[in-house]
DNA sequence: TAGATTGTTAATCGATTAACAATC
DNA sequence: TAGATTGTTAATCGATTAACAATC
């Protein structure tokens, strides 16, 4: 039995998997964990740690195979998968993660667009007609989706979850300024709150003029 | 001199005033760390902890006020600064985050929007009609921005970033997918990467699968 | 006062970094 | 082979949790 993954580990994984993705595209095709380490701002001994959560994918005296890895963490991500996802609420927002973001391919499948307004049902978005929420349930018998991305308001964001669980799904991405509160085991929730976020920077914006100097140096966590 | 704050403190921060402002709606007015951790899924240790970084907000005996604790939170990430701020790249995504993201009276005020698309230019967008690229230089000289929200195209990130850096711009919120690198201790930079996201939400509804169970057991970190 | 709950110190736990033997 | 760099163990550091005296 492999030890848990720590939720720390995981969440670097995209951000390499970014890199070594622009190192591909400049032809780069080897590189050593030293190397990668200062280009990323990490270092070379948390990159091997990491990796070593999943196995040894690289070479003594070598380092690693641009590639090789590229795939491995992809695979590990589990971007090839093929998750059924469905998008609940397309305001502004919902419109935008939609059009915006790269699904197909990349562990995704976007396959279902839901809103209650009915002045958004019936319009095209990434060539999926808006159904209306009444349609949601049956939807779902019919079409077993893994994912919903939930771009509700705040008020609407447990109910429809809960009601999705019971439908299936096992995945939430969510935009809802609520914190989705899963007491299953078998429900993987990534909270976005781009709120939270934009309070974090006013923060970090204002320690720069504290006295003490802004926190953590200069390392922009 | 306080010792300064962690940003693991710090990212709990947001959370802590979006409950706070939720009991106030609830009219709920006093609450131990007690109670709070168990509506928020933490320790109590942990709250008290977290607090006591910026002072002695409880009473013995009693436990926090919630209207007293909730202004306090909010002066602490600076949402009463009125940071002034700039959007670049009003396409999908920037257009929702302009109008979905509530910037008055929480820290920020919203002056300016730029693109380069002209088809875009000229656009009105929250009362704000959107600016060439051009006009962007002579707009900061004269107005002085604090804050820009990026959300470009991953390629023009880091140049746009640079000069908005000479002009003066101390924090960016940064929706491209694009680490931006600012080599200045005087910059604050917050990351949203919602590809990233979305990638860890694959790795989490994957391990669900898992043989071993599901990664931290059921906390939805 | 007695009970409750904080602020704070000490103990534990986990994550990061350093070191180095293994090996390509 | 010699040099480089990994995989892995040990040391350090920081964050979380537990405990409890202070005090409302």
Redesign the pocket.
Known sequence: MSKQV????IRRLPRYYRFLGELLKNGIHRI???ELSSRMG?????I??D??CFG?????????NVEALYGEIGHILGLDQNYKTILIGVGNLGRAVANHMTFDGRGYELIGLFDSNEKVVGDVVRDIAVMDMDEMEDFCIKNKPDVAILCTPREAAQRIADKLVELGVRGFWNYSHYDINMNHPHVAVENVHLGDSLMTLCYKVKDLDSPDGPAEGNKNI
Do not use: E, K
């Open positions: 720590s939720i720390s580990v050593s964990s030293r990490l270092t070379a001994s948390q091997r740690q990796l070593n040894g994918f690289g070479q003594q005296g070598y380092g690693y």
